[in-house]
Each structure stands twice: as structure tokens, then as C-alpha cells.
């Protein structure tokens, strides 16, 4: 679990995204070890010495708030901060070298219960304006579903590049893009959307509460996305929030608007 988890900072943190024509600020991570505020180069210090015990993504509120006399006002959400336990020195517990877990990339298909190929699961979701989408009339059209969550920090960053590498540059196109939020209610939705808005991300997102749509397609872990052709069929399946996953999508929803 901590080599999976420090392959994805590892990859937040050295991404590098090229061929952009315009960008949005992302928020970064801010990064606490034993309650003390650190570098990426601390952590990756860190885990090379076999020192990291644990890691969890999002705090609390009230553990925010404790940051802010530190950091000051402007500090991150609390989805974006990182917290790492670190093992005494005289507990060193020596893991696998990072240049070795770096090598080993995560399955980009890992966690869904659908397969590339296959005619898309029907399904009716209910957007944050009231518009309801039905998958099985949107035929004719490229699609791209997200499934996210607002305490998930690499969903919400995936945003920043969605916006304008795909819903900007697709805005006339033959094309639906559905954002579904996972297991949260309306209102908790509505507030981040309007969060996001502040930074220049706006689109309309689906609620699945009860997550119906999503034990259709996935589980595990978030943000997974799917592409379904004009036909209603999935020609594309990516898990996780690397970087170079929005390029992969634009590439298959260009080929696709092609035909």
C-alpha cells in the first residue's frame, strides 16, 4: 500500500505536461511528516531509508486549520495535504529502492468491472442543473465519463487539465463529457463545483449517490475514465491521475471524432 501510494506522489510531483496551449493553475500538495511541514525531497529522502510507516491523503478540518498560523491563510484544501508517519530511526524498516518501484508503473485498466470493446452499461444520471443524461441516447456522439469525488485530490486536480486540454478545445465538437460524482450527496457536490469555478473550471457534473452507475463500471479507486464511441461502445479505460493519462484520453477522443 505505501509503494503504491508514494508511486502516485512520486508521479504528482514530476509529471511534466507538454504541448499545452493554455493551462490552469493546479493547486499543489503540501506535505506534513510527524506534523512538520517538508519538502518532496525530504520525503523521497525518506522513503529511500525505509522511514515511511504510513501516508494518508486529506485531513481533517480542524488539523487545516492548525496549518494556517504556519502557512499562513492561502494554505491548500484539505484534500490536497498530505500526511506522512515516519518510523524512529532505530525502527528503519528497508523497502524496495524508489528507482525500482518508479519502474513499475500501475495498470492503467486496474479496477474496472468493464472491459474495452464492450457496448457501454446503460444508465440515467441526474446532473447538478436537474438535465438528466441517458447513455443509450446519446448515440452518434463521443462520450467521456469521469467518475470523482470532491475529497478526492487527484480527481480535482485532473480537472485543471480536463478543462482546457479537452472540454475547451471540444466545445463545438460532437462531444459529452460526464463528470459523475461517487457516494455524495448534491449540495456536497454543488459546493465544490462552485469552489472550482473560482479557478476557471466549469462544467456540469452527475450525482451518483447510491453509486448505481459506478457498480456498472469500477471499483476501487478514483478518478477512472472512460471513452465510448459514437456507437455506445468503450474504447478506452484509464484508472488513476497520472498526468499523462489526459493526453492518452484527447488522443483517443480525437481519433474517434475522425471517423
Request: aromatic share 10%; proline share 3%.
Amino acid at each position: 500500500m505505501i509503494r503504491n501510494l508514494f508511486l502516485i506522489v512520486f508521479i504528482f510531483f514530476n509529471g511534466i505536461v507538454l504541448g499545452q496551449s493554455v493551462s490552469l493553475k493546479k493547486p499543489n500538495y503540501l506535505l506534513v511528516a510527524n506534523n512538520k511541514i517538508v519538502t518532496q525531497e525530504e520525503i523521497n529522502k525518506y522513503y529511500k531509508s525505509g522511514l515511511i510507516k504510513s501516508m494518508n491523503k486529506g485531513v481533517s478540518d480542524e488539523f487545516r486549520n492548525k496549518l494556517v498560523g504556519v502557512v499562513g491563510k492561502d494554505i491548500v484544501g484539505k484534500e490536497f495535504i498530505i500526511c506522512f508517519e515516519l518510523y524512529p530511526e532505530n525502527e528503519k524498516n528497508i523497502r524496495v529502492s524508489a528507482t525500482n518501484i518508479i519502474k513499475s508503473r500501475p495498470n492503467k485498466n486496474e479496477g474496472f468491472i468493464v472491459k474495452e470493446g464492450i457496448e457501454a452499461p446503460d444508465f440515467v444520471v441526474q446532473m447538478l442543473n436537474e438535465k438528466k443524461y441517458q447513455l443509450s441516447k446519446l448515440k452518434g456522439k463521443v462520450v467521456l465519463i469521469n467518475f470523482w469525488a470532491t475529497w478526492c485530490a487527484p480527481c480535482l486536480r485532473e480537472f485543471y487539465d480536463i478543462q482546457p486540454q479537452i472540454l475547451d478545445d471540444l466545445k463545438d465538437k460532437d462531444f459529452i463529457y460526464i463528470p459523475i460524482s461517487i457516494g455524495e450527496k448534491k449540495n456536497t457536490v454543488l459546493k465544490k463545483m462552485r469552489q472550482l469555478k473560482e479557478d476557471r473550471i466549469d462544467f456540469n457534473a452527475g450525482i451518483d449517490f447510491q453509486k448505481k452507475i459506478w457498480d456498472k463500471y469500477a471499483e476501487k479507486t478514483i478518478p477512472k475514465s472512460i471513452v465510448i464511441d459514437q456507437k455506445g461502445y468503450i474504447r478506452l479505460l484509464i484508472s488513476g491521475g497520472a498526468e499523462e493519462n489526459i493526453k492518452i484520453i484527447k488522443k483517443k477522443i480525437d481519433s474517434l471524432l475522425q471517423r
